[in-house]
Every structure is written in C-alpha cells, then in structure tokens.
C-alpha cells in the first residue's frame, strides 16, 4: 500500500500532433515534460520511473526526440532526479540483443556510468515477459535501506518468481 505522501506523475509524453521535421519542438516538449516530472516529484526519496520499454543511454542512435523515443526514459533524464538526491527503480523491458542477466549487468553499467546513483541491483520478473527492475541509491542510507529490502524480497515467498542480480 502507497501512504499519503506518494506522489504521481502521468503526463503522457506525445510528438502526435507534431511532424517529424519539427525536432527542435519535439526536444522542447519533452524538456517541458521532464521539468514538470521533476517539479511533481520534488521532496520524494525514491522515484520509480515506468517507461514502456525502458530504459535507454543519452548516446543512443534513437533521439529523443523521435516518435518512438516516448516509450524510454533517457539516463539524462533520469540523471536529475538522483543529483537531487533521489534513488531510482527503473523498468527496463528485456529484449533479444542478450541473455537477461547480460541485459541487466548492461543496464545496471549503463546507470553506474550515466546517472549519480550507486547501482544496487536489478531484479528479474518472468511471470510473462521478462521485465527487469533496476535499483539505483542516490544515497548511502538509501543503499542500506534498498538492500535491506532486496534481501527481503529474496527470502519472501514472491522471491520464487523473481530473481535479483547484484550490481558489482
């Protein structure tokens, strides 16, 4: 259960109405709307980014501009949350360019070299397709307390339908 203090963010990030030519206004709107998601969630200790298909790197071949980018949250974006202080647990929907644990230790580097977070772990959910979880500590107290709860989660009867792969 979610206490009152949680806080929400649901703006839908859309080029729709925008042609493709018009990239410097696609860039605006989602400076815009990463603004506004940062603004809704100031004073959160831990903010869990939903994107539909997961994450991607500030360098990928794909901007963030493009049509299909509004699926991913870039590690840009992501950045500003945890500089303010803010831990993050990031879907990332596996794909077919590894094996999942691969794809995790992936993502898992991509989050230490990209974000100021210290990467704690990513955890695996397989009912279904492969979703990955990734758990990044802005903070020491907040590194104790994930891990705290990730060993948990291993020993909890829900423990057998996921799996929890350690960062380095």
């Not at 279904?128 to 891990?147: E, K, N, Q």
Request: proline content about 4%; charged content about 25%; aromatic content about 8%.
């Amino acid at each position: 259960m979610l206490d009152a203090r949680t806080r929400f963010f649901d703006d839908l990030l859309d080029f729709a109405d925008l042609p493709v030519s018009a990239w410097a206004a696609r860039q605006q709107r989602r400076r815009a709307w990463a603004q506004r998601a940062l603004a809704a969630t100031c004073g959160c200790d831990l903010i869990f980014a939903d994107p539909d298909n997961g994450i991607r790197p500030v360098s990928h071949r794909v901007p963030a501009h493009r049509t299909k980018a509004v699926k991913h949250a870039y590690l840009g974006e992501l950045a500003a949350f945890a500089a303010r202080g803010q831990s993050l647990i990031v879907y990332h929907h596996a794909d077919r360019t590894a094996g999942v644990q691969q794809q995790a230790a992936r993502r898992l580097a991509d989050l230490a070299r990209e974000v100021p977070v210290q990467p704690i772990a990513a955890v695996r959910a397989s009912r279904g397709t492969v979703r990955l979880f990734l758990v990044g500590a802005a903070t020491t107290s907040h590194a104790c307390y994930l891990t705290e709860r990730l060993v948990a989660l291993e020993r909890d009867p829900w423990g057998t339908e996921l799996a929890v792969w350690w960062a380095d």
